[in-house]
């Protein structure tokens, strides 16, 4: 990874649209206070509302500005609605109980104004519980600097893991949300991630053939707690399972994509059949994952055998002559 720039090389300042997909209303006015807090003043606070009272709007209306929309969708297709309504030139995600540090957009857009190769900024955060209280810092690596799409996207499969982060943990550029398109955001080669690894395939899309930058700071605070209403809450969620058979899905499709090798798709077969016997009781989604994983793995070896296979010799004709 390299290392952080020092300023921007365009100085025209770019509007953030920080989009809120809302639901829950308990600790949405927290949500929102951070982003009506941030340094960065070149924004737009657009909140998708979901929640089945009137709480949402009423506290939006206390905050002149904020840009107000009651949508009927639920789920994946509020965050999507979300998202596409952003009309700023960068888009910063933000859901209804999480908070974002004062300086995070500041920092952000720095970086995504220092180099226009970079499609996706994310940062260092930290784990926060119902209380407030600080239950886990996540600092995936030492010092900021840059990768490349495809070298996230390889970590994440073969390490079976989201380093990244929530949307909360991410901005990125609106052109390139509306060239991937609304159908295809949460979809990879091969499987759609859409009740699971929703956000990993966002990332992968957008960053595909550019650069990712990481900042090692705690900008973003992602709200975790069991006692929530989540989709990360396995008590909450009646797809949480699909965010573990997902990661093995996640190998097929980076194999597709072409991000990680035959060598490495087959080795992977240890872990997949780990996270199966583990998991696979409780989240049958595990086992069907385990199931697509080999079938793909044995199609793969049956192309390369062919591929191997020697041509037979042309029968000789009559005479003693080959056919040409």
């Known amino acids: 990874m390299c290392a952080a720039p ?3 090389t365009d100085m025209t300042l770019p509007t953030v649209s920080i989009v809120i997909p809302s639901y829950k209303a308990a600790h949405f006015e927290s949500c929102l206070r951070s982003a009506v807090g941030q340094t960065y003043t ?3 606070i657009l909140v998708s509302d979901n929640c089945p009272t009137e709480e949402i709007r009423q506290i939006c209306s ?3 500005g904020v840009i107000y929309q009651r949508n009927p969708v639920t789920g994946p297709d509020n965050v999507l609605a979300s998202l596409y309504s952003g009309r700023g030139q960068l888009i910063k995600p933000l859901f209804d109980d999480d908070i974002l540090h004062p300086f995070c957009v500041e920092r952000m857009v720095a970086v995504m104004q220092a180099d226009p190769r970079v499609e996706l900024a994310f940062s260092a955060s930290q784990v926060i519980d119902i209380d407030n209280q600080r239950t886990e810092t996540r600092h995936p690596y030492t010092a900021s600097g840059h990768m490349t799409g495809a070298a996230m996207q390889q970590s994440m499969a073969l390490g079976m893991r989201n380093f990244v982060g929530e949307f909360t943990s991410v901005m990125f550029r609106r052109q390139t949300l509306w060239n991937i398109g609304w159908k295809e955001l ?3 080669p091969g499987h759609d991630y859409t009740l699971g690894l929703a956000d990993v ?3 992968c899309n957008l960053a595909r053939n550019a650069l990712v930058f990481y900042i090692d700071e705690e900008l973003s605070y992602f709200r975790y707690d069991q006692r929530l209403q989540s989709n990360s809450n396995p008590y909450a ?3 949480f399972g699909n965010c573990f058979s997902d990661y093995v899905d996640l190998i097929v499709s980076s194999h597709r994509d ?4 035959t060598a490495e798709l087959l080795e992977q077969d240890y872990q997949v059949a780990a996270l199966s016997v583990r998991l696979g009781s409780v989240f ?3 086992q069907q994952a385990r199931q697509r994983y080999l079938d793909y793995c044995a199609s793969v070896a049956a192309a390369g055998a062919a591929v191997a296979a020697p041509v037979a010799p042309d029968a000789p004709s009559a005479d003693g002559a080959s056919h040409e």
Not at 258 to 261: D, K, P
């Open 237 to 239: 969620n009646p797809h």
């Open 201 to 203: 395939a966002a990332y």
């Open 258 to 261: 072409n991000v990680i090798g």
């Open 284 to 286: 049958p989604q595990t």
């Open 186 to 188: 949460f979809r990879l």
């Open 6 to 8: 020092n300023s921007t």
């Open 42 to 44: 070149q924004t737009e």
């Open 62 to 64: 206390r905050y002149p």
